[in-house]
């Protein structure tokens, strides 16, 4: 039975957000920063996977990216000029604490400092991630997150990042999708460090759940601005069954649920794993590195859950079909899962279906997981083949479209009484997209690599009005100014 087909899509131009609703731009440090042997940087899990050869397309690397490190000034000129009201940054933990634990590189917090200083003064707020990925090599070399104490190494450092810029931040989140950094980093192989074992998976799992935890209570710690807003981000899965009335598709749903969803709202949230994942995993582990007390450890109280959203799966089980997505799980308990997409999908150029209905049913199913827990979608985009035109400019009207039904499906769900209070658009500059590379942007900037020029896309054009008017414009660019 093939998926159902999409509806169609229902814009909300000229819808207005609440009162202090805040949108941002995100980015994260090894995506844009580039310097990587500068001013004392370790070397980071992203350094040497991405010089590996064969493991990212055209065996491109963040060496350079997007030159950010030295550029910063401009790009927050850029932020400036866009009018956005927040910034959610990454800091790359190989600049703090170069050997993972021990010595601290004041020249990396320098950067960072003067980086939170110039959004202050462009009226921007500091939205700073701790983890996007880049793990010093050293920990991996310890044994990385499926050991416990990476755990505790990322405390140590939430805590002198907090003592250095906590008086100045105004929103801080531990992790960035932990489920990337455990699943596609050691079940799949696909992300940094690249090693393939699914019970180094699990425990990667529950070490991310708990340096979250110990991270989360080190920050508040030192953080000194009494307003500072405490949080996490995760990349949880709208899911479906490919067909609704086949009970193993609706089992695949809900093991798929467990393990790629549950597995972090469970403990952060609730203080529980699910015991389905307990089930499916039992071939696997038996979960003993669970030790007494984590789970507490893990459950702290946050002001902001943040959501990375950007599409949503179908889910069975059988035979793969012509047609399935070319993905085999490697996800513990999900090795027989299959992916499929409804026959009239449309896709980014990362094959991501375009659903907008999707986001709007994650917000409001975890709005009722804790009731008025505050939202901030803390990355949503769309990676397109963007060119810049004979005119000199780029005219991504796919983008533009994505954005404006996104929006839409965000207040929706506030319609729907979900308390979404931020958005940020993923990215402000095209980047270095993991093994992906450079080729797939997601930038509302346009970057030209060879250049390192910077050309505002029409969608930041449509942002910029968007940012300013708290309203969701419409597709014309003559209404954008
Ligand atoms: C998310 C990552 C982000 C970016 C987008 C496209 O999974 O957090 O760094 O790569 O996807």
């Avoid at 000034?73 to 933990?93: K, N, T």
């Amino acid at each position: 039975m093939p998926v159902a087909p999409l509806p169609a899509r229902q814009p909300l131009v000229g819808a207005e957000f609440p009162e202090g609703f805040v949108f941002g731009t995100a980015t994260a440090s090894y995506q844009i920063e580039g310097a990587v042997h500068e001013d004392g940087r370790g070397p980071s899990i992203w350094d040497t996977f991405s010089h590996t050869p064969g493991k990212v397309a055209r065996g491109e690397t963040g060496d350079v990216a997007c030159d950010h490190y030295h550029r910063w000034q401009s790009d927050l000129d850029l932020m400036a000029d866009y009018g956005v009201d927040a910034y959610r940054f990454s800091i790359a933990w190989p600049r703090i604490v170069p050997g993972g634990t021990g010595a601290v590189n004041q020249a990396g917090l320098d950067f960072y400092s003067r980086l939170v200083d110039g959004l202050l003064e462009r009226g921007i707020k500091p939205v700073a991630t701790l983890y996007h990925w880049d793990l010093p090599q050293t920990l991996e070399d310890d044994g990385g997150w499926p050991a416990r104490g990476t755990a505790n190494a990322f405390a140590n450092y939430a805590e002198l990042v907090g003592a250095a810029l906590g008086d100045r931040v105004h929103q801080w989140t531990t992790l960035n999708e932990p489920w990337c950094s455990a699943y596609l980093g050691y079940a799949y192989g696909v992300h940094a460090p690249g090693r393939v074992d699914q019970e180094a998976s699990l425990r990667a799992v529950h070490h991310l759940n708990l340096a979250h935890g110990l991270g989360l209570q080190a920050l508040r710690a030192a953080v000194s601005k009494p307003d500072a807003l405490f949080s996490i981000t995760n990349n949880l899965e709208t899911l479906r069954p490919i067909d609704p009335d086949s009970e193993a598709d609706v089992m695949a749903v809900a093991r798929t649920r467990a393990m790629h969803n549950e597995v972090w709202t469970g403990p952060q949230l609730l203080g529980e794993y699910p015991q389905l994942a307990f089930d499916v995993t039992s071939h696997v582990t038996d979960w003993s590195f669970v030790l007494d007390g984590d789970l507490e450890a893990i459950r702290q109280p946050i002001d902001v859950f943040g959501l990375n959203w950007y599409t949503p799966q179908w889910v069975g089980t059988g035979e793969r079909q012509p047609g399935d997505a070319d993905v085999r799980s490697m996800t513990p308990g999900l090795e027989g899962n299959r992916y499929a997409f409804p026959g009239n999908a449309e896709f980014t150029t990362m094959d991501w279906v375009i659903d907008d209905t999707g986001l709007t049913e994650m917000l409001v199913s975890l709005s009722k997981l804790v009731p008025g827990m505050a939202l901030s979608v803390t990355e949503n985009g769309a990676s397109q083949a963007d060119v810049v035109d004979r005119d000199g400019q780029v005219h991504d009207p796919g983008r533009v479209d994505y954005f404006i039904n996104h929006l839409s499906a965000v207040h929706r769900a506030i319609e729907q009484g979900a308390n979404v209070t931020s958005y940020f658009a993923w990215s402000l500059l095209d980047n270095f997209e993991w093994s992906w590379g450079y080729e797939r942007r997601f930038g509302i900037t346009h970057v030209d690599y060879e250049t390192q020029l910077r050309t505002p896309k029409d969608s930041a054009k449509w942002y910029s009005k968007l940012a300013r008017t708290k309203t969701i414009p419409s597709a014309d660019p003559a209404t954008w100014a």
